[in-house]
């Protein structure tokens, strides 16, 4: 009877593990077949893709910042609010290491100006700008405060009001 007993339950057991490996394999294939636009459009994305690599530029990664844009002049009350999630990166001319010294000793101030400009701005007013007018901005503001170079351009992986 013991030995019936044992043998049941091992085999439940073994089930069960069978079912959580399976099921967990499962979710991973899924959700890397899931393609960027899907995920935009579902409000998902996460993370898409760091700028690709080339001869001239390199890029350097800020990290995500969370910033809390303006309300419309008191209007929105505080559940209306939404965060935004930003991930930039900033190129500046590859082999540049002195530069690259200069851009990380100041990625304070250089966080500073995006979180300055975004706070700025409501949410309605930030997706109306547009992508090339915000980086416009941010670029001017960004090259006034360093010395040694100027950044290239500027690339967001994250971009996403929550």
Request: with cysteine.
């Amino acid at each position: 009877m013991k030995i019936t007993l044992n043998k049941v339950l091992l085999a439940i057991i073994a089930f069960l593990i069978l079912i959580l490996i399976s099921g967990t394999t499962a979710g991973l294939v899924n959700r890397h077949n899931q393609k960027p636009e899907i995920l935009i459009s579902q409000g998902k994305a996460i993370n898409l893709a760091e700028p690709k690599s080339c001869a001239e530029l390199t890029y350097y990664n800020l990290g995500t910042l969370r910033i809390l844009p303006r309300d419309m002049e008191g209007k929105a009350s505080q559940q209306e609010k939404s965060i935004l999630i930003l991930t930039p990166w900033i190129s500046y001319a590859k082999d540049d290491t002195v530069f690259f010294e200069e851009i990380s000793r100041k990625s304070g101030l250089i966080k500073g100006v995006f979180l300055q400009f975004f706070t700025s701005y409501s949410q309605k007013e930030i997706l109306s700008y547009g992508e090339e007018k915000i980086k416009e901005e941010l670029i001017s503001e960004i090259n006034k405060i360093l010395a040694l170079g100027k950044i290239q351009d500027i690339y967001f992986t994250d971009f996403l009001f929550l």
